[in-house]
């Protein structure tokens, strides 16, 4: 099947710098990817759609001159979280759609996790 | 808005049966559901859309109530790998786009 590949796994930062991470789709093509947010032991939380050759589209609460988003080709979408908190700690995790906008399929990358110190 | 699951944990002995559901105020077009272990990316159980679907996988089923905008996830005869945190995710259209629900913890016992 297809297969999103996220990375970094893990980023451990100082509070103050940048950290981008990356979401590939690695055998489709993808004009629609989306960023999500997990806190420990909660839900994921969408916070933006990510458009190939476009504008993103935040979810409302999302900062999106905090939480840049790229997606500037078919195959990768690029999340950087600005100047990093410890707040902004979190599980990320990005998912794609391939073209087409079909729900069945949708995948998920592997996630990664944000320790910001 | 987020969809609602219930109950919010459950625990069971190996070999019991558990239904976990999710309702939404809005009117659907799909629902995920996925399974998550701690620390790890949630994995993709199933995918029902509207239409009043019922699928299943081995052990696990589950059925999409379009009119009641409910979904139910049904684990039969549990086994200790069942154990996690499930997410039943709604969309409202065929964007992909997914708003997911608080979860419910499951914790299978020998």
């Known amino acids: 099947g297809a297969v999103v590949s996220q990375h970094p796994s893990w980023v451990i930062c100082k509070s103050g710098t940048s950290v981008k991470i990356e979401c590939r789709s690695l055998?489709?093509?993808?004009?629609?990817m989306f960023w999500y947010r997990q806190f420990p032991k909660q839900s994921l939380m969408l916070m933006a759609t990510s458009n190939e050759g476009s504008k993103a589209t935040y979810e409302q609460g999302v900062e999106k001159d905090k939480f840049l988003i790229n997606h500037a080709s078919l195959t990768l979408s690029t999340l950087t979280v600005t100047s990093a908190h410890p707040e902004d700690s979190s599980f990320y995790i990005c998912s794609a759609i391939l073209e087409g906008g079909d729900n069945e399929k949708l995948f998920f990358g592997s996630g990664t996790q944000l320790s910001v110190l | 808005q987020q969809p609602v699951q219930s109950p919010q944990a459950v625990i069971l002995r190996e070999g019991e049966d558990a239904v976990i559901n999710c309702s939404s105020s809005?009117?659907?077009?799909?629902v995920h559901w996925y399974r998550q272990k701690h620390g790890e990316a949630p994995v993709f159980l199933m995918i029902?859309?509207?239409?009043?679907e019922q699928k299943g996988h081995e052990k696990i089923s589950a059925s999409f109530n379009e009119k009641k905008q409910q979904s139910s996830l049904y684990l039969t005869a549990s086994q200790l790998s069942y154990s996690g945190t499930y997410f039943c995710g709604t969309g409202t259209s065929n964007t992909g786009k997914l708003i997911f629900g608080q979860g419910t913890t499951l914790q299978v016992k020998p």
């Open positions: 055998d489709f093509q993808a004009t629609t």
């Open positions: 809005k009117a659907l077009y799909s």
């Open positions: 029902l859309l509207k239409g009043g």
